[in-house]
């Protein structure tokens, strides 16, 4: 039973590596240049600093994951993963409610602010936005199962005293 608990919080921790991960690249590599009007113009992640904290936090995220696959399962060390879980898991939600709010306006425009929506002149970098926030939605759904986990896992008295 412990060894199949091991494996699943493994398999977890894979998948949250790799929506990270991939949240990170996919928000980093998003752009698009288009004109409108004869005014060129260019959509990029680094413009927006929502963006810049949404593939920092995801970046750091992943390097903690891939730090954390090499934890031997009796260290001691698992009591602070617990911890760097709660951070990790309320880092992402911040990073991904951040740009999930630009995205917003994007896509929607604000008319009280006079701001236009952008996402129908340049689609493919609004499209790329949104697979980076889908991505990184998942990963934090799969941070909260696992902050869930390793509390049970810490906490649980029958695993401490075997």
């Not at 949240?23 to 004109?35: G, H, K, N």
């Not at 970098?125 to 909260?144: E, M, Q, S, W």
């Amino acid at each position: 039973m412990a060894k199949a608990k091991r494996f699943c919080a493994l398999l977890l921790r894979l998948i949250a590596l790799a929506a990270t991960l991939s949240a990170a690249i996919v928000m980093a590599t998003s752009s698009q240049t288009t004109t409108v009007y004869g005014i060129s113009f260019e959509a990029k992640y680094s413009f927006t600093p929502a963006f810049k904290f949404f593939v920092i936090a995801n970046a750091i995220v992943s390097v903690y994951g891939f730090l954390v696959l090499f934890l031997p399962s009796e260290s001691l060390l698992w009591r602070l993963v617990v911890a760097l879980d709660v951070i990790i898991t309320m880092l992402l939600t911040s990073s991904i409610s951040a740009a999930l709010a630009i995205a917003y306006v994007g896509k929607k425009g604000n008319s009280h602010a006079g701001w236009l929506p952008i996402c129908g002149q340049v689609s493919k970098y609004c499209d790329r936005v949104t697979g980076a926030l889908i991505a990184g939605f998942i990963a934090a759904i799969i941070y909260l199962l696992l902050l869930l986990h390793s509390i049970h896992t810490v906490l649980d008295p029958l695993l401490v005293s075997k």
